[in-house]
Every structure is written in structure tokens, then in C-alpha cells.
């Protein structure tokens, strides 16, 4: 048989297979956001789906690989890819709505299985099948099938950077579907073509002649499988979670750390890679150390970005260790797909670790310095993913070390600890900062030494990962779901509210000034606002999605009712806890809380209902895009009493939505302002209090906003304003960014 054309069919078919796969990730991802609050967990609770998926398609790989003969294969996976063609193109099942009170996760995974379950399994097992199949096939690589590995993942890469940079920006999510239904159909056709030219294959070459090769596979050596896998997977949930809670829950963020960990594959499993095993064990061990020093200073300085960068950093290294040490661990042809099998379980593993189980066991994120701590370990080993591990550890480090050096590394260690519960107990943020500082350089002095290291490292990590939560401040409440990590604390005299790291509402605690709206909602663009809604004095009725702390119940006018759609039970709960906030029992104003997604909720209110919509439905710095659509504010605007108007807060640290908000107002034929407002002074020590903030109005009548313009200084978007406005089938928030003005 002419074996010729079987490595660029086989690669073609690897890489449009890959391809694929993510592609639909960041699309069906896309498609819920709406439903569930545009929450960071969407991503984190949909990589747990891909991550069971793809195990579950490696075990069926593995399965018939084992169990029936290659024809047998190619016709039932064929058989397969056709009948899952009966759901294309992929949509969500009609008139499914989330859960009200928990479970979230559940039921999105419930909706995943059923929308996408059937193709995405077909094409999760379909790597590792084909690889088997090359395997097969007499060309002169196949006893060693894993360069098509490297094939799959550039496909993979492809895909992660051609969806924010092509796919987003010029496709709707239905163009979308459609496009990947027929990328669907060529990979059946590449498929029977993969089968047709294996078909009379034989058993699977000898493996490599290598010493390692022709020791038995034991119990060790799979469980390394998993662990090596399992680590990565948590960083990339870890960090992702860091970028979605500050940033912006989209596509386009959720990518970055996924190219990252895919590159790290790519170079850990090409012939020639570009980061040595050893290089990377190096740079693993020092930027562990530049991230505990950046953790412990993070929770008296404000540097998120320059967090992120580190964050994204230690991740891309780490992760390089853990793939390079897996590449090396990688087995003969003949355990092909249980090798793949098992890192789809340690990937699957790391998934459920920090989407299901960490946000019940943690009350802050932990998970992604419980994933960093054992990379410190891994690099201790050393010599953990050597393939078929026999006998005892090298436990500390050089086998021929003894008891007195043993001693001596026990006793450092102990001055290690010591230095990090000095630093953890005691008060002040000045010796804090200095005992970071020591603590850092403590652990460059020991990063030759990975046994020290990796202890004072774990120590660390797990010891000071709570700082950037708590900081020096008295902590009221902490709570963490799935909508993310809300703290309440007291300093000096007011209580403060966040939601991530973004404030979100605040109150004084002296007499004088308790009910004294401030933070985003003081005097400023909110008192513009209700101030022109008690002039109009008509219809008093305001729907205001987003709770926060209830500050804008302050603003009270005869008649005037408010009815707050909320998402998160917990920001309900401490919003009406008069321990923590008051301005909800205290300021007199009517209210009620609607449960739920606002936009889902208000559009089941009456038309023609409010003389004022108030939007500030954000979550930390997050965008939550589906209140911020065409098809949103067509719903808003039919809920609005003649000669309403509506509000919205739209400050953010890194993007700018005033161009979004001035094209979806052309599109509709509403008028918009926008008020950049300063933080003011008031009584010097309570002007801490306020934040500066950007709001926007915008009204079906420009009269309705003549005073704003006229009388308070509001003025309209004066730059150019995109083309194509945000809907829910297209939402580009690459452009949005600030960086990019």
C-alpha cells in the first residue's frame, strides 16, 4: 500500500477535527452567558463539560480500540459523526430558564449535555482514534503517532486565536453555527477517507527501542499521567477566574489563558522543543517566588494588571514544566489511547476541583495557589515523570544525601515557616511589606534547594492567598458562590462592599451621614438622575437592575417605589443585613427584590411600568454584555412610562462602553448623554467614600433629557461610534478596550 498520502490526510483530518472542538467552546460558552448573569464561572463550569466530554470520548477510543477490529471502528464512528449531524446547527433547547436559588452549575451542565453533548463527544474521541489508526497503517512514522498530537493542538491554537480576531468580530452567533455545521460535514469527509486508506491495517508497530519503553506500564506511572495533567488544567481555571472576575466575562478573555496552556503542549511535545525540561524547571521555581511576593503585596497596594501579567506568566511556565514532564512520561504506541484517556482524567479532575468543588470548600480562591504549591513540588522531585517510576522518590533531592544534610534541611524549613507566621501575625502593613519582602528573598537563596523550597512555597501560598481578600481591614462577611467572592468589611468609619476586587457599594456608620447615598451613587450623575425624575413627578416607579448595597433606596420622593432585580441571593442577604447596611430598612423608600437575571425578569413586567430604569447590573469590573444589547434595550425601552428614561452606570477601569451604548441609540432612535464625574470633597475624611464614575442616560423623546444637557452638563458621545451595535447574536469587546482608543 502507497503510504505517501497518510501523514497530510491524517494531519488534515487532526487539525480540522481540533479546529472544531474549540471553536465551539468559546461559541457554546457564548450562548448561555445570557441566561446566567454573564457570571465568570459560565467559562470555568463549561471547561468542566468539555474536560468530562473529552473523557468521556477517550474512553470510548480506548474502549473499541481495544475491543473491535480497525474496520468495525470506522464504520461505528462514522456511523456516529452522521447521526449527530441530526442537531446541527447547534442551538440551546427552547424555553429553558436557570434556576432561581442555586444550582446553576448543574443545570448549565444539564443544558451543555443536551445542546452540544452528542458532536462534541464524537469529536473529543476522534483524536485520539486516529492516531491509533495511523498507528496502524505500515507508513514509517507510525510507531511513533504523538508529532499528529502536536498537528491537533496547532489546529486547536488556530482555532482559540482565529475566534476573537475573525470569528467574533464578523460573525453572529448563528453564522457562527452554521459555519461550524459545515466545517462538521468536511471532517466526515476527511474521516472516510482516514478509514479508507487504513483499511487493510495491521497491529500497531513496535515501540521505539528505548530502555524506558521496555519497562512494564505500572500503577505510578498512570497516576503521574493524571497528576501532571491535573495541574495545568487547575492553573488555567485558576487564572482564568483571576482575568473574567476583573476584567470582562467574554470569548476573548477566556481564550487567553486557554492558547497559553495549549502552546505549552504544542512546544512540550514537538521533536525539537523551544523550552528545555530543565529550563523550565528553573523558571518555575522563581517565578513561584515572584508570585508569592506579588500575593502578599497585593493586599495593601492596588496592582491588578501588573497581577495579571504575573499570574498569566507563572501559569505559561508551570504549565510548560507539568506538560514537558508529561511528554516525557509518554508511553509506547501500544498505550496510546489509554495515555490520552488518563490526561483527559487528570484534565477533568482539575476542572471539577476548581468549578465545583473549590467554591464550596474555599470561601477566596485558593484553588490557583493550591495548583501553584504543587508545581513547587513537582519541581522537587525532579525526576517525578520519568516513564514507569520504580522503586522510592528522591525524596530530598540527591539520593546520596544523608541524615545530617536532612537535618539541616528540616531545620531551614522551620526557619522558613517561621518567617512566614512572623509575617501572617503580625499587625501593621508596614511590617507585612517588609516581611514579604524577606520571605522572597528567603526562597531565592533556597531555589537550589527544592525540598526547602517547595515547603516554604506551599507554606506561603496557602498562608497569604487570603490577604488579597482581607487585607488589614476588619471583615464583616465573606461568601463565595457562583457568581463569584463578596466581601463586607469595616475601616475606619464605613462599610464597605465588593464584589471581586471592584467596590460596589459603601455606607457611613456616623449618625450624621448614614443615609447619605455614596460610592458611585452620591451627588453626581444618580442625583441628577432621581433629582429629574421627582421634577417630572408622575410615575415614581423604578426598576433598578443590580442591588448593590441599596443606596439609591435614599433617594425618596412621595409615591416613589423601586423594585431591585437581583441575581445573587447573597448580595440580597447583605444588602438587607442591618449589621452590615441600612439604607434599605432605614430610608423609608417602598421596595421589592425580583430574583433573577434583570433583563429575564424585567421583560416579564408590564410595558409602560417605570418612569425611570436604573442599570448597574456589573459585576466587579465584569461587562455583563446581555444587559447591554439592541434586543436589551428594545425590552427597556417598552417598559419605560411616557416620557421615562433610563440610567446606567457604566464606569469600568479598562473599557469604554460609551461608543457600544451611542450605536445601539442610533440603531433604536434614542437620544444618549454621558456624565464623566469627578470624585468630590466632602468633610475631608469622608470624601474617600466617592468614586468617580460614567454614567449614561437615554430616552425615546430628546426633550425628556434637555435638562441634563441644559442645566447639569451631560453631553453626547463625540467619536466615532461602530457600525455594528451590539446584539445578542454579535457582541465585539475587543474594540471596547481602552488600550485600543
Partial sequence: MNTRPLLPVFAATLFTNAFLIFAVQPMASKMLLPMLGGSPSVWNTAMVFFQAMLLAGYAYAHLIARLIPLKLQAVLHLSLLLVFTLVLPLSLPPGIQPPEQGGQAGWQLGVMLASIGGPFFVLAASAPLFQHWFSTSG??????????????????????????????????????????????????????????????????????????????????????????????????????????????SAPFLWILPLTIYLVTFIIAFSKKPLISLGIARELSVYIIALVILALMVSGFIAMIAPMIVIQLVAFFLCAQLCHSELARARPTPSHLTEYFLLISLGGVLGGVFNALIAPTVFLVPMEYSVALAMVGFVVWIGSVSVPYISGTFNAIGDRNRGKKILGVDLLTIAIGLGICIATYMVEGSSYKLFGAVVIFVFLMMMAQNRFVFAVTACAALLMFQPGMWTNSKKLLDLDRNYFGVLKVFAYKDAHYFYHGTTLHGAQHQRDDWRYQPVAYYGPGPTSDAFDELTRHGVNQKVGAI???????????????????????????????????????????????????????????????????????????????????TREAFETYVKKLAPGGFIAMNISNRYFDLRPELSAIARDLGLTVYFKIHAPITVRGEVSQLYNASIFAVLARDPVTLARFVEDKGWKPYDKDIPERAWTDDYANILRSLKSLK
Avoid at 202 to 226: F, Y
Avoid at 548 to 571: L, N, Q
Fill in 546 to 628: 443590580g442591588l448593590g448595597v441599596g443606596s439609591i433606596a435614599c433617594y425618596k420622593a412621595p409615591g416613589r417605589h423601586i423594585d431591585f432585580y437581583e441575581i445573587d441571593p447573597a448580595v440580597v442577604r447583605v444588602a438587607e443585613d442591618p449589621e452590615y447596611f441600612t439604607y434599605l430598612s432605614g430610608c423609608g423608600t417602598d421596595y421589592d427584590v425580583i430574583l433573577g437575571d434583570g433583563r429575564l425578569k424585567i421583560a416579564e413586567s408590564p410595558d409602560g411600568g417605570y418612569g425611570m430604569l436604573f442599570l448597574d447590573a456589573f459585576s466587579s469590573d465584569n461587562i455583563p454584555v446581555h444587559v447591554m
Fill in 139 to 248: 507508513h514509517p512514522d507510525a510507531g511513533n503517532p504523538y508529532h499528529l498530537y502536536a498537528v491537533s493542538n496547532i489546529g486547536s491554537l488556530l482555532s482559540l486565536l482565529a475566534y476573537p480576531v475573525v470569528i467574533e468580530p464578523f460573525l453572529g452567533l448563528h453564522e457562527q453555527t452554521v459555519a461550524w455545521a459545515g466545517g462538521y460535514g468536511v471532517l466526515i469527509l476527511l474521516t472516510a477517507l482516514c478509514a479508507w486508506l487504513v483499511r487493510g491495517g495491521t497491529k500497531p508497530l513496535p515501540p521505539l527501542a528505548t530502555g524506558e519503553d521496555r519497562l512494564p506500564l505500572g500503577w505510578m506511572q498512570r497516576l503521574v499521567w493524571i497528576v501532571l495533567s491535573f495541574i495545568p488544567s487547575s492553573l488555567m481555571l485558576g487564572v482564568t477566574t483571576i482575568i473574567t472576575t476583573d476584567l470582562a
